[in-house]
């Protein structure tokens, strides 16, 4: 562990991320939302109660809105952060001299993708405080807190493999950003819709029968899962619609898991294109 | 040692590199000349790993490119033709990052780049951001960095293109030096006097084809058939340059009018040249001075790649 947490990209490409203005600019943005949201949603819901007072399922209802004002964020960064770490350095002809170096394919590739992914967790990390505003009226336990965090990290860790591949295998950051960008909205949107789709399609629509296929498209879609992380019950409303009982959040890890494994395993392979029969 | 048989390298029905046989004996600077295209760049990139060839072999120190592409990054110090540098890293953290690379510790590290810096003259550099310094300064940044992991085999792909008259010289002496210690570097350049005087052999390239391999002064016996004779007359050249013009083995005959000088192209052997001079004193002209010239490099690089070109 010691020595993949010394890989030489992933010190300089830290140094180099937190030397750059863009960095903090973007911490205090994210912060910014974050704060403007829990602050502004305190502040109304205060004074529509009229007693200044805030009750535990109001609090609930801020960290659902949060929950999902993160993941958007999260969904929003990850690919701007990491779709051009590779293709940058293919542009600014530093890799090639990057791959005569002892490191392998693995080596720079992992060190590319947690010096990326350890930026989103600082994100993540400084919205704790924020947070924690939801626990100072209740509502919510730590456990679910550390739940939501952990659904953020295995989502966060499996869009910024998709953007390092795609910046791998695509010779220009602009078409690599594109296509990162393409495969959140389908992740997300497309997957909604389907879900959507196929519910409204099937004879669950005329209160008979179950619809397996929605079950696919709920496991894939980051919003539905969280929604059934943060509701319960919504898993047995899912389990009655689609007669699968399984939670939604084990085939989510285990189809997050495989795409991170996958985009990690296609990115060393495929870095040194022009030598497709060796390390 | 650098060792390599049959190299070849095709992009469709297009040989980038065609059948290369090479032998770079240990500690000898080996140049690569030829146009740009000719496959001196194809040549280095499989040499360093980076593209793998279509057929043929290539040994650096005896281990194989393409079975150990790994252990041959340890024996190589590449610098490539063009290449970037990172923003907002100092000097001194470039090198560092590249020693990391290679698995070099901290203390190794910081042991090395100060030298590795005085060696190319960049000691007062060392806090300064790379992406600020000039062209010549960065290109012997890279050098540095090509060295940090002390490879006994240099590839330097046209070290010294796109530098002024002054950084070229600078960059000449630092290879020079680097040739005392007793590197092998195999370096090229599209400008064959550049290499000629500070490499053992040269290899001269042409459409992906070696059509000369040797020492400077072999290629230069071996490649140029004709010989530059210059005459110095007492009296009108007239009478000179239509005896010359009569030898069927001269030709591209000149005349230097302000000097009496006639000068062309001779194809003979010495003794043609010397019955030449014979039958012309003989006939009465009054010769001051004849003699070979010196040919120059250029010219003769010029004329191999002519001729390479209408085959």
């Known amino acids: ?279 | 040692m650098i060792e390599i048989k049959g190299l070849t390298k095709k992009y469709g029905s297009f040989y980038a590199l065609k059948d290369l046989n090479l032998k770079i004996e240990e500690g000898t600077v080996f140049g690569f000349v030829g146009a740009n295209g000719a496959g001196k760049s194809t040549t280095f990139s499989i040499l360093a790993t980076l593209l793998q060839p279509t057929a043929g072999e290539a040994w650096i120190n005896g281990v194989s490119i393409s079975q150990n592409p790994h252990e041959v990054r340890r024996q190589i110090g590449y610098m490539p033709d063009f290449f970037g540098v990172y923003d907002q890293l100092r000097a001194e953290e470039y090198l560092d990052f590249y020693g990391a690379s290679y698995g070099l510790n901290p203390k190794q590290r910081m042991e090395l780049i100060p030298k590795l810096l005085e060696l190319v003259n960049l000691t007062n550099k060392r806090y300064d951001y790379v992406d600020l310094l000039s062209r010549g300064m960065k290109q012997r940044l890279c050098l540095a960095r090509a060295l940090i992991h002390n490879p006994s085999v240099l590839i330097l792909d046209e070290p010294a293109s796109g530098l002024d008259p002054r950084a070229r010289v600078e960059m000449r002496e630092i290879l020079l030096e680097l040739k005392a210690m007793g590197k092998t570097i195999l370096i090229s350049s599209h400008i064959l006097p550049e290499l000629a005087e500070m490499c053992d052999t040269l290899g001269v390239i042409d459409s992906g084809e070696l059509i000369a391999h040797g020492s400077v002064q072999s290629i230069q016996e071996k490649l140029q058939n004709e010989k530059v004779i210059r005459v110095k007359i007492a009296g009108p050249l007239k009478v000179a340059v239509t005896f010359f013009e009569n030898d069927p083995q001269v030709s591209r005959l000149t005349q230097i009018q302000d000097r009496q000088i006639v000068e062309f192209l001779y194809k003979g052997n010495d003794e043609d040249q010397l019955d030449l001079l014979r039958n012309a004193m003989a006939t009465g002209l009054p010769i001051l001075a004849f003699s070979e010239q010196e040919t120059d490099l250029e010219d003769v690089f010029m004329e191999i790649t002519k001729g390479a070109e209408s085959l």
């Open chain 1, 1 to 279: 562990m010691r020595e993949l947490l010394a890989n030489p990209v992933l010190v300089k490409e830290i140094k180099l991320r937190f030397r750059n203005m863009k960095s903090f600019t973007g911490l205090f943005f994210y912060l910014l939302v974050m704060g403007i949201f829990v602050f502004g949603f305190v502040y109304l819901t205060g004074s529509i109660s009229g007693g200044g007072f805030f009750r535990p399922e109001e609090s609930f209802i801020l960290f659902t809105m949060l929950s999902f004002i993160q993941l958007g964020l999260i969904l929003f960064i990850t690919p701007g952060l990491t779709a051009g770490t590779i293709s940058t350095e293919r542009e600014k002809q530093t890799l090639n001299i990057l791959l005569t170096t002892a490191q392998s394919s693995f080596q720079i590739i992992f060190g590319k993708l947690l010096s990326s992914i350890a930026f989103l967790l600082l994100l993540l990390l400084s919205g704790l405080p924020i947070y924690s505003m939801v626990f100072l009226y209740g509502g919510v336990s730590p456990g679910q807190m550390a739940v939501i965090f952990l659904f953020y990290f295995l989502t966060l860790l499996a869009i910024g493999s998709l953007g390092v591949m795609y910046s791998t295998v695509t010779r220009r950051t602009v078409v690599s950003m594109i296509a990162t960008f393409s495969t959140m909205i389908f992740l997300t949107a497309v997957t909604g819709f389907f879900l959507i789709l196929t519910v409204s399609l099937s004879s669950v629509a005329m209160g008979t029968g179950t619809s397996p296929l929605s079950y696919f498209w709920a496991s894939i879609n980051p919003a539905v899962v969280l929604m059934s992380l943060l509701e319960p019950s919504w898993n047995d409303e899912i389990s009655r619609i689609t007669g699968i009982s399984l939670p939604l959040w084990v085939s989510y890890s285990f189809f997050y898991l495989l795409l991170f494994a996958g985009s990690l395993w296609l990115s060393v392979s495929k870095l040194r294109v022009n030598m497709n029969k060796y390390r």
